[in-house]
Structure formats: C-alpha cells, structure tokens
C-alpha cells in the first residue's frame, strides 16, 4: 500500500505530557499538510510543507505545536504540555506539485485523546 | 476571513433519488474548490475538483456546479446507494500552492 500512512493511530495521554506523531506521505509527493478535526466539524489547516520548507503556519497554532519535515520526506508534529483542548484528530495528506490542483491524499489519523 | 458553509443538519435521501448537497462560501471566490467524502473513523478522499473558470464538473455519478455570482457550489450524487452514505466536506483554495480550508461537512444517508 503506498498510501499515506500515520503512526501512532491513537494516542492516549495525561495533560502536561509531550506527544509526538509521524507521518508518511506518498512517496513522490513534495507537499505535505497538518491538519486537526474535531467531532462535527472538517478539517483545520495546521502547517503546510513544500518538500523540506515549512510554507506556511496557522495563526491558531499555538507555540506548543511543532512540525518538522527534515530531509523533505516523513513529517513529525510534536505538542508539548498537551491540553484537554488538544483532544482530536490530527490528520496529515500529501500532494503533489505536478497537479496544478492541490488534490490532497489524507492518511487515516491519529486520534489523540489528552486526559 | 473565509467562511464556508455547508447545511449542518443531515440529508436522508430515498435510494435511486439525486441527493444535492450546498456549499456557500464568502468573500473572495476561490480558484479551486473541491468536494471530499469522509467516513466514520477515516481520513477524507478526494472525489472532485472544479475551478473558478468552470460551471460543472462530472465524474459518474457525481456532478459538481460552481457559481461565482451565487459564491455557491452544488454537489450532486445521481441514482443514489447506501453506500454512499457518509460526511461530504467542501473545500476551497486560492491558488495550487495555498493551503486549503473546508467546510464543516454535510452528513448524507441513503436509506434503501
């Protein structure tokens, strides 16, 4: 399967904690994208890399929140001191830069819940 | 900023009848706007892209219109299944390199 693929699918920790997730995109695909969803509501732009270079960053992304994509390839976002408000899904997709569109290939989430 | 929005309460339509799902949207018209379906527990998939340029787009079953004057796009699934029932979100964006900003989704179910 050479889909978008994320790890951890789930993530239960305390608050306080730090908490990393990776992601993998599509292997030829040089945009990868962040976003977090909760219950009744789509998607919500995080960060956005173009290979190596993070793009750009959503305002709503507190200082907590870091995201990486070294070597341009697999991605991580890391939130420390989680919150009870961190409780979501964080969703990652990729893209490729051939397509004039920004059609976006979703991996299946990482449900994190913040006790 | 950009606001989309798409009828929060769920759509039941009867098998074999076209269900039609709205987007609206605000301010500026976006230069690609596109329509994913998402299931329970999954991530979403892409199912059509149309852009500011074009009136409709069709893939199958599916047909999608953009109206600019309206700042409305219309989301069309003929000859409804069961199996497509789920949460179909719309999405905008400004240019291929932009990020991209969804809606908070429509829930669709067929019942047979």
């Known amino acids: 399967d050479t889909g978008v693929s994320q790890d951890p699918r789930h993530k239960i920790t305390k608050r306080g904690q730090n908490v990393t997730f990776r992601c993998d995109p599509i292997?030829?695909?040089?945009?990868l994208y962040w976003y977090r969803q909760t219950l009744g509501q789509g998607p919500e732009f995080l960060t956005y890399?173009?290979?190596?270079?993070?793009?750009?960053k959503s305002r709503l992304l507190s200082d907590r929140f870091s995201a990486e994509r070294p070597k341009g390839s697999f991605s991580t976002l890391e939130i420390q001191r989680t919150e009870q408000g961190d409780s979501a899904m964080y969703l990652c997709a990729s893209s490729p830069t051939r397509a004039p569109y920004n059609e976006q290939f979703f991996g299946p989430g990482t449900r994190l819940t913040v006790l | 900023s950009q606001k989309i929005e798409q009828n929060s309460e769920a759509l039941n339509i009867q098998e074999g009848k076209t269900a039609t799902l709205t987007c609206n949207y605000t301010n500026y018209s976006p230069a690609y706007l596109q329509w994913y379906r998402q299931d329970p527990g999954r991530g979403p998939v892409f199912l059509l892209l149309i852009r500011e340029n074009e009136k409709e787009k069709r893939k199958e079953r599916l047909k999608v219109t953009f109206d600019t004057t309206l700042k409305q796009s219309l989301f069309h699934i003929t000859a409804s299944q069961p199996a497509d029932s789920a949460t179909y979100l719309c999405a905008l964006s400004y240019s291929s390199a932009s990020k991209i900003i969804f809606g908070s989704g429509t829930r669709l179910s067929i019942r047979p």
């Open positions: 890399f173009q290979n190596e270079a993070q793009l750009e």
């Open positions: 292997s030829e695909h040089n945009r």
